[in-house]
């Protein structure tokens, strides 16, 4: 196993740190022109009204709702997997787990967003907190969120804290702002890596672990069970409970594959992120694959078998309505990526990546056709009404602000990287921490 030095990582990441190049400059800008096009969009939304939108009386969700599944799944899948490579101390993890720390939060934000898009009327959302009703799903949801927002942030930041000292105690090295040197020393909190400190945060970071994976399988968890406590066709299902958890890894998973694949090109980082690196996590992707498969098959199959009325109407409308949307999401998202990673020869890293974005696109296209197809098959469905206020059709106010949402993401992803080096340091450097040494630990 390498061995790395602390000044010599450090002088590795410097120029990252101090100095942004041109291309950097364009993707930034590039990613917020789609912000302000977001922006456009929400204004539109908001001086309009609903109606700008796709959604109606019989489909009061659409992509907004799709979306805070999809990135809560991606956060909460970052949250399972940096816990885990953490408690077990895979050797491995090292140059990829602050991306994964980061996945986690950065998703976590943006995710309840969306649920904002649906609001009608932004001055009650206060009484959720004045007037909770805990009974309600909802609710259960909010508090779950929070929960995991509030240990995600704890978790990420105690990740942080080696590396921000490091930057504090050389800052006079690095041709930075003031205003960054006195954001490390700010936050770095006075860690001297003395061996109590060492303790402590060892400590607490194995604490935050253990509580973030419990967390994680919680709250997706709840977020399925509003689903499954709903008496709507597809949703009341005692399966997606476990459903929910295994995809919301898969997709997580192939996040990290891309935002792994993105950094090591940006950054140069080929003699620390490897082709073994994409394997590993492709081989997980693979495991996920097959679980998340199997759940698919099972639910769906006793939908079918069971032949109830409104059940088989909603299968019916899946094959007849959403064919190919269908197919992409459940037979080419499922069998092309284990196909890539099945076999040695196919497993390169261009490969790998291409089987994630399939993953990412027929994941989030399995939450489309989950929401969307049961809200077009109501109980009571609507006589003499136009086709498009009982069909479902996202407009471009909808559109723009996910494009919006996208980009908020990237855009936070890329300061994160040049507040601080996106391999954690302290993490190549340690050996597991295996012992706490008797003497002050030096970082530096």
């Not at 890894?249 to 003699?271: D, K, P, Q």
Request: net charge positive; proline share 4%.
């Amino acid at each position: 196993m390498t061995t790395y030095n602390s000044d010599t990582l450090f002088k590795e990441f410097k120029p990252q740190i101090e100095q942004t190049s041109r291309s950097w400059f364009i993707w930034f800008g590039f990613f917020i022109c789609c912000f302000i096009f977001g922006v456009v969009g929400f204004i539109r939304q908001l001086t309009g009204g609903h109606i700008v939108t796709g959604m109606r009386d019989n489909v009061v969700w659409g992509v907004y709702i799709v979306n805070f599944i999809f990135f809560m799944g991606i956060s909460y899948a970052g949250a399972l997997i940096s816990g885990v490579l953490h408690l077990f101390r895979t050797g491995w993890r090292k140059p990829i787990i602050r991306m994964v720390e980061l996945i986690t939060v950065i998703s976590l934000v943006i995710g309840p967003v969306f649920i904002l898009f649906c609001v009608g009327r932004f001055e009650r959302i206060p009484y959720l907190f004045i007037y909770p009703r805990i009974q309600s799903p909802i609710m259960w949801d909010v508090i779950a969120i929070l929960t995991d927002l509030v240990g995600c942030i704890i978790f990420v930041y105690l990740s942080y804290i080696e590396d921000l000292a490091l930057l504090r105690d050389r800052s006079s090295e690095l041709k930075i702002p003031k205003w960054r040197k006195k954001l490390y020393k700010w936050f770095s909190l006075g860690y001297k890596s003395t061996p109590s400190q060492v303790k402590r945060l060892i400590f607490s970071r194995n604490i935050m672990a253990a509580m973030i994976i419990a967390i994680a399988i919680i709250v997706y968890s709840v977020l399925a069970w509003i689903f499954g406590v709903t008496l709507q066709p597809g949703w009341h299902s005692t399966i997606f409970g476990p459903y929910f958890v295994i995809a919301a890894v898969y997709s997580g998973t192939g996040v990290l594959i891309i935002v792994m694949y993105l950094f090591r090109r940006m950054n140069h980082l080929e003699n620390y992120i490897k082709k073994q690196h994409f394997v590993n996590i492709a081989v997980l992707l693979f495991i996920i694959g097959a679980f998340y498969g199997y759940f698919t098959f099972a639910d769906y199959l006793t939908k079918w078998y069971g032949s109830v009325k409104m059940d088989k109407e909603l299968i019916d409308k899946l094959f007849k309505d959403y064919y190919w949307e269908f197919i992409v999401a459940n037979y080419v998202g499922v069998l092309v990526p284990m196909i890539i990673i099945a076999f040695p020869k196919l497993r390169t890293i261009n490969n790998i990546t291409i089987g994630a974005i399939i993953t990412i696109f027929a994941l989030w296209m399995n939450r489309y056709l989950i929401v969307v197809p049961t809200l077009e098959t109501p109980y009571l469905p609507i006589q003499d009404i136009r086709p498009d206020w009982v069909k479902y059709k996202a407009t471009w106010v909808e559109w723009s602000l996910t494009l919006a949402g996208v980009s908020v993401y990237f855009i936070l992803f890329m300061i994160a990287s040049k507040l601080a080096p996106i391999i954690s340091i302290s993490e190549m450097v340690h050996q597991d921490h295996k012992h706490v040494p008797d003497e002050p630990v030096q970082i530096l």
